[in-house]
């Protein structure tokens, strides 16, 4: 029990608002030891319990989001252990495996171990409609050499690398200790172990050193100065009529700052808007009128209802005023915008969200602004790294992401969903730009460098110059080829 809750504390610690990178490196070696010497019913039992104690310290914030929405604390206790109970299975389920793959030799036994951790993380992207919130390379968005493979390998690779330390300082401890027992000289195979893993880290540090210290883009790519608003309007306010004049004139005020610094672009968080954009006239024309004053582009989040359904959307409007393209949100937030099996548990819960139910869209993810393609993804959808992939292969130059984190209040999750897009800059060598309604906003580049970050709850107006890119990563290019390549080894290794 104190080994399980041990590597839970030491995971959670990892994250935000703990920050505590280096832990993520050992965090999964206590765990380790117990699937080891346990039968598989008792190591999947364990990382099961690990898995779900260390999901309930990051999600924790589930709670004050529920609070905040008025619903019964209980509520959302169970919602939460609930939530942390099924991200546990995925630790009970990688727990057995190392169980039955302890006895491999300790130069296999770290390969194969990580190769099954990214295997179940590939596949808590998508089952159920995907929950990778807080991937364990999540952990590493600080340690920029470290994260530059995930141009290559996309964001698995870098937890392929967290996981395979852990493992082999469990595989090397394991090996001494039974040397020592028998009165052997030390093990070839631990050291050859122990310097695989040391030359693999090694490796991937000099191709992110060398990444780094690539030279600036040329100067014939155009620079765009982009201007990000963050309008810090309280999520239960939004949709309160009694507040549309308050929330129209903090836009207002912060595209006429915003025009001061003659921005190529203006970018409007998630449904920033106060109202269904094309179906209320009045809402329309004052954004219009906005946005013709500006003589800029702009990007706008704003919901909008066709043939009966509501849609969570984008819009690019250019200087003149005229609606130029618009992407619905695909990927919608369970229990936030949608209730998943509505049929049946739509009776019993309703969406947090005070529009109500949304649909998912089918539209291009990319929209021109200015001119510039821009792949736009919306709030939750920055936590999928194939989607945002999708955008880039299909020719956006940057990326935006457009969200409200109003929903977290002043939690550690703003900072849990800012983290996710310093990958997407990685994996797509591109900039990346976010606007959020509360904060984090920020600017980051094709690198990971965030070079412009807001605080959290502060209206305000970020600017910053990004440049376009075009060329393609190995990653956006082949996809999750290594994800796969993962979970072909872990499958292979079971029937080995």
């Known amino acids: 029990m104190t080994l399980a809750i041990v590597s839970a504390i030491l ?33 999947f039992s364990w990382g099961w319990l690990t898995g779900t104690l260390a999901y309930s310290g990051i999600l924790y914030w589930l709670i004050t989001t529920f609070q905040a929405a008025h619903l019964s604390i209980p ?104 040397q020592s027992v028998t009165n052997h000289a ?47 309007v309280d999520q239960y306010k939004k949709w309160d009529k009694a507040y549309v004049d308050d929330i129209e004139k903090t836009y207002e005020n912060l595209v006429n700052q915003a025009v001061l610094s003659k921005p190529d672009m203006i970018i409007w968080p998630e449904t920033s808007v ?4 094309l179906q209320d006239a009045a809402l329309r024309d004052w954004l219009l009128n906005i946005v013709r004053k500006s003589q800029e582009n702009h990007m706008v989040g704003a919901p909008i209802m066709h043939n009966e359904l509501a849609y969570n959307s984008s819009f690019s409007i250019n200087h003149e005023g005229r609606l130029e393209g618009e992407y619905a949100k695909e990927h919608l937030v369970p229990f936030g915008e949608v209730v ?31 001119g510039v393609p821009v ?25 935006a992401n457009l969200t409200n984190d109003g929903w977290y209040m002043r939690t550690a999750a703003p900072y849990q969903h800012w983290a996710p897009n310093i990958f997407r800059a990685v994996e797509n060598n591109r900039w990346l730009v976010r606007a959020d309604n509360t904060g984090v906003s920020g600017i980051i580049d094709p690198y990971g460098r965030v070079m412009a970050a807001s605080p959290i709850y502060q209206p305000l107006v970020l600017t910053g110059t990004v440049i376009p890119r075009q060329g393609l990563t190995p990653y956006t290019r082949l996809g999750d080829v290594f994800a796969w390549l993962c979970s072909l080894i872990s499958l292979g290794s079971l029937f080995a």
């Open 375 to 399: 792949g736009v993804n919306i709030c939750y959808e920055a936590i999928f790294p194939n989607l945002v992939r999708q955008s880039v292969h299909q020719g956006a130059q940057i990326i």
């Open 186 to 232: 030390r093990s070839p195979r631990s050291l050859r172990s122990l310097a695989m893993t040391a030359g693999l880290v090694l490796i991937c540090y000099l191709f992110g050193l060398h990444r780094l210290h690539q030279p600036s883009a040329p100067s014939s790519d155009r620079p765009v100065k982009v201007a990000l608003l963050q309008g810090s």
């Open 75 to 178: 509520l959302a206790c169970l919602c939460l252990l609930l939530l942390a109970g099924y991200l546990g299975l995925y630790w009970g389920a990688w727990a057995w495996f190392l169980s039955r793959a302890h006895s491999g030799a300790p130069l296999q036994f770290p390969l194969i171990g990580a190769a099954a951790w990214v295997a179940l993380e590939y596949l808590r992207t998508y089952l159920f409609s995907g929950f990778p919130w807080t991937l364990l390379a999540d952990s590493q968005v600080k340690v920029l050499s470290i994260i530059q493979i995930a141009s290559v390998t996309g964001v698995y690779g870098v937890s392929f690398l967290v996981v395979l330390v852990n493992l082999t300082i469990v595989a090397v401890i394991a090996s001494e200790a039974k």
């Open 11 to 43: 995971y959670i610690l990892a994250f935000p608002n703990f920050n505590q990178a280096w832990l993520a490196w050992v965090a999964l070696v206590p765990l380790t030891f117990i699937a080891r010497r346990s039968s598989r019913r008792e190591a």
């Open 340 to 370: 998943p099996w509505s049929p049946f548990l739509g009776r019993f819960i309703r969406v947090l969200n005070n529009l109500g139910g949304f649909a998912a869209g089918t539209m291009p993810p990319v929209l021109r602004v200015g």
């Open 274 to 277: 106060p109202g269904y954009l």
